[in-house]
């Protein structure tokens, strides 16, 4: 099954977004959202790239991949002890 389109709508709504604020916030047309959440079409690299950034999920869990949608950050961005 692909979770992409449910997992999308459902981070939409939980942030109480409209599809075309969501599209501005991303820089994806919001007829794209709107094909995506129904499953007509499927994101390219860049707008999934876009979708996760902005949501700070990562992408393998839009996907259905994980189920764990947190972002593992680099080292490099943790402080030192």
């Known amino acids: 099954m ?3 389109p449910e997992r999308l709508r459902r981070l939409r709504e939980r942030n109480r977004l409209s599809r075309y604020k969501l599209s501005e916030l991303c820089g994806i047309s919001s007829d794209q959202i709107r094909r995506y959440e129904l499953g007509n079409r499927k994101p390219g690299t860049d707008a999934l790239e ?3 950034d902005y ?15 947190c972002v ?10």
């Open 72 to 81: 593992v950050k680099p080292l490099s961005s943790h402080k030192k002890i």
């Open 2 to 4: 692909n979770e992409f």
């Open 50 to 52: 876009a979708i996760a």
């Open 55 to 69: 949501f700070e999920v990562s992408t393998d869990y839009l996907l259905g991949r994980t189920d764990y949608p």
